[in-house]
């Protein structure tokens, strides 16, 4: 539930998402999203994956951003929809591709 009123900056905490204000407690600290969605595909999740491997071995938190649940949920329905669509398109789409060209009979 989102803070109504006025936010106290040095209590509360604010979804780097939906831009409300919450308690820490109705979230989570998480590594922000690198960019959209499409470019994992053009090779931007590797770096990303490096930068939070880098941070973890250093101990330093300052990249974590806080999220709140519902946007977090979101994010993890929208990430699902992405690798089910990439799957689909890799995996799915040339099967069917392959059994129509080799039904059609060859003269």
Known sequence: MPV???????????CIRCRRWFEPEEGGMVYPEAATGVSAFVGVLPPRFVRILITKAIGSESNLRFICCECLRRTRRERTGCIVAFWVMMVVLPAILLVLVLSVPSW
């Open 4 to 14: 109504e009123g006025f936010p106290d900056s040095s209590k509360h905490k604010i």
